[in-house]
Nanobody
Framework: VQLQASGGGLVQPGGSLRLSCDTS????????IGWFRQAPGKEREGVGY????????YYSDSVKGRFAISRDNAKKTVYLQMNNLKPEETAVYYC???????????????WGRGTEVTVSS
């Protein structure tokens, strides 16, 4: 099972960025994919997740209305569109997989390498 987040970089406050999560080694239909972030010195924080098949989404209150998660099962890719980014959202972003619906990182079984997002002027 492999999950690889990409698309991070430097963006100005108020800017937008789209992250991708490329998956392999498992059938996406059976898993929900989450997005988490971890800033230096802080605990890992749930951003949101997208369910299998139907593709229903759930977001944390801090990003609701600004972030959007989508998935393309044919491409085995999940996306995180981030708009109106804030400096405090500077972090490494991860896209783990789980077979339950959760915003708790300990309930995600498969993790890959994250991508770094820096929001700064």
């Amino acid at each position: 099972v492999q999950l690889q987040a990409s698309g991070g970089g430097l963006v100005q406050p108020g800017g937008s960025l789209r992250l991708s999560c490329d998956t392999s080694g498992f059938t996406m239909d059976y898993f929900a994919i989450g997005w988490f972030r971890q800033a230096p010195g802080k605990e890992r924080e749930g951003v949101g997740y997208i369910t299998n098949r139907v593709g229903a989404t759930y977001y944390s209150d801090s990003v609701k209305g600004r972030f959007a998660i989508s998935r393309d099962n044919a491409k085995k890719t999940v996306y995180l569109q981030m708009n109106n980014l804030k400096p405090e959202e500077t972090a490494v972003y991860y896209c783990p997989a789980t077979n339950i619906l959760s915003m708790h990182p300990e309930e995600y079984h498969y993790w890959g390498r994250g991508t770094e997002v820096t929001v700064s002027s």
